[in-house]
């Protein structure tokens, strides 16, 4: 309504404005990064309307107050191909720009053999992402499973759109020559995928650490998809197929696993373990934790108080009270045997310390499953400083991808079809904006 006001023109917004407004945010992000004592990546690919492939890689840490922190760090252009060495370069530019590599990173991705390639090439700490579609297929592989999917599908469309892939649908033939059997070995069938289900909208979660729920989840799933004698023989071939697929899944990665459901409160019991696995994954987390207090820079501290030999001014401390006469006459005549002495007793090693520490820990009540872990380790840090610091290092890392594949969303609303002529360095600033424009200037 103002005559005066000039719109701002499509040129500078995006030459200026928002390049400016990137490199602010960018700032801030780096600057709050510096404070991370571990962080956990997710990264994977996705093509864009416009046929471009792209790459995001997301950050998170847990902060000094015990939040759990996520940034969307950037989306780069694929410009080669997807081979794992062309990846393992993308990832490793991008945690070098940001200063990650010295944050002892790990990675979590799908089970897309160039990407688990990538990151063996760089050498960080993988995870296999624990999500839907990393999971065995809910589909029937049967021709009766795919006509019983397909009559629930008629009962139940909301379930079935949810649960069931496009290829089992059948014509409307099919449908009106199904039995009353099928119908049942439908509901049966969705029965048995309702833990999976479950188990998906467990890890989607984002505001609580999901790593240490992987154990306790894939051992409850292996026994939920155990065959029962009542079973039908489609529920049954059903199990068995996800059982035989999930029975072959983080196998190199149970010990990375076991600590970090140990060291979340709510799971410290490890009751899908034997009491011999128990104690070895103690172990290496009383292992860890000695390691790492030999790495804690906070041991430093006597050695930093002084800065390139510069003795600090101490201040004149004022004179010490007199003393009543009774008092100096009954030190000089009682002080010999009546004065407190010192207690010297064996000093504790760091082992010795971890292992008490350990000890006291198991023997607490474990926390609900509704609880947050982090809340319980911000009231708890000083009880257990040891293991606090270990919590930080697992309970960063995410248990799945999900954080990335949102970018894939959100980028959907930006790379339209009338929006195609994007450039990748503008998708990326629009994305890395959308996701990180709440964080406040560096100080």
Known sequence: ????????????????????????????????????????????TWTSVATESYMSVTVHYIDELWNLVS??????????????????????????????MSKDPAIVTDNAANMVRAVEITGLTHVDCFSAH???????????????????EKQQPAISAALLSPDVRRNEKDLCSLKEEDITDAEDVVRALKPMKTATQVMSEEKCPT?????PLHAQLLKEMTSLPEDSRVVKDMKDEIKKNLSTRYVNQKDMLYIASAIDPRFKALPFL?????????????????????????NQDDAADEVDGVEEEVEPQPPAPKQFKQSSALESLLGEAYRPQ???????????????????????RPAGLQDNPLIWWRENEKEYPLLACMAKRYLCVPGTSVTSERVFSTAGDIITAKRSCLTPGHVNELLFLQKNLSIPDPE
Not at 136 to 144: D, H, I, M, N, V
Not at 342 to 364: F, H, L, N, S, W
């Open 1 to 44: 309504m103002e005559p005066n006001y000039v719109i701002v023109s499509r040129k500078r917004l995006s030459e200026e404005v928002i390049p400016n407004m990137y490199q602010t945010v960018k700032d801030g992000v780096m600057c709050k990064l510096k404070t991370a004592e571990r962080v956990g990546i997710t990264s994977d």
């Open 71 to 100: 940034y969307v760090l950037q989306t780069t252009e694929v410009e080669t191909n997807h081979r794992s060495v062309c990846l393992a370069e993308m990832l490793t530019k991008a945690m070098e720009e940001w200063g990650l």
């Open 134 to 152: 990393n999971q065995p297929g809910l589909a029937s592989r049967s021709q009766t499973a795919e006509c019983c999917t397909t009559s629930w």
């Open 211 to 215: 790593l240490s729920v992987i154990a």
């Open 274 to 298: 034997n009491e011999e696995e128990r104690d070895k994954t103690f172990s290496r987390l009383q292992t860890e934790a000695v390691c790492g207090m030999e790495e804690d820079p906070c």
């Open 342 to 364: 010192q207690e010297v007793g064996p000093q504790k090693t760091k082992a010795a310390e971890a292992e008490d520490e350990i000890k006291r820990y198991r023997e607490r």
